[in-house]
T-cell receptor
Framework: NAGVTQTPKFRILKIGQSMTLQCTQD?????MYWYRQDPGMGLKLIYY???????DKGEVPNGYNVSRSTTEDFPLRLELAAPSQTSVYFC??????????????FGSGTQLSVL | KQEVTQIPAALSVPEGENLVLNCSFT??????LQWFRQDPGKGLTSLLL?????REQTSGRLNASLDKSSGRSTLYIAASQPGDSATYLC??????????FGTGTRLLVSP
């Protein structure tokens, strides 16, 4: 069972470069999320999607873009990398029926450094 | 604004000890609370989910309680093992799509 798969696991970017973090899930989940985790901080929601073709901003969306063309894939795009985007990025998915019972499944994370 | 606090930030115990991890939140109007485990270099794994109408949930050696009125949850781990060493995070859901995470408690269980 693959679950939620993220690539790459590690990446070093120079300031101003662009990259796409890939996320795919094979559980037919309708909801997908991107979080970032900074040292000593809780996870912060960047963007989320409630289904193919529908995305919305989370708590910290500046500097990022997403798309959801299929149920399985939810890539995160960094257009002009900045040192403040150095973080660990997690993709998550869930089968959402109602807010009281939603369980999230996480990928293993992408450690990104911007130098 | 919902804030979630976890104390202590780190905990070290000998194998076999029973232990309690604490999670507190400032706004009691939540839909549910989840406890996650995070291993180094790995993603989060959901351990227990307590709905707002529930008081506790159990899974094996883990028991999570929820007291909405006081804004507190505890995760009780019985007979701790070295394999329990990880970071434990709690997260509360307030409103549609809004999951707020605590900063975690890093647990080390020594043989």
């Amino acid at each position: 069972n693959a679950g939620v798969t993220q690539t790459p696991k590690f990446r070093i970017l120079k300031i101003g470069q662009s990259m796409t973090l890939q996320c795919t899930q094979d559980m037919n989940h309708n909801y997908m999320y991107w979080y970032r985790q900074d040292p000593g901080m809780g996870l912060k929601l960047i963007y989320y999607s409630v289904g193919a073709g529908i995305t919305d901003k989370g708590e910290v969306p500046n500097g990022y873009n997403v798309s959801r063309s299929t149920t399985e894939d939810f890539p995160l795009r960094l257009e002009l990398a900045a040192p403040s985007q150095t973080s660990v990025y997690f993709c998550a998915s869930s089968y959402f029926r109602d807010s009281t019972n939603e369980k999230l499944f996480f990928g293993s994370g992408t450690q990104l450094s911007v130098l | 604004k919902q804030e979630v606090t976890q104390i202590p930030a780190a905990l070290s115990v000998p194998e076999g000890e029973n232990l309690v991890l604490n999670c507190s939140f400032t706004d009691s109007a939540i839909y549910n609370l989840q406890w996650f485990r995070q291993d180094p270099g790995k993603g989060l794994t959901s351990l227990l989910l307590i709905q707002s109408s529930q008081r506790e949930q159990t899974s094996g050696r883990l028991n999570a309680s929820l007291d909405k009125s006081s804004g507190r949850s505890t995760l009780y781990i019985a007979a701790s093992q070295p394999g329990d060493s990880a970071t434990y995070l709690c997260a509360v859901r307030k409103g549609f799509q809004k999951l707020v995470f605590g900063t975690g408690t890093r647990l080390l269980v020594s043989p």
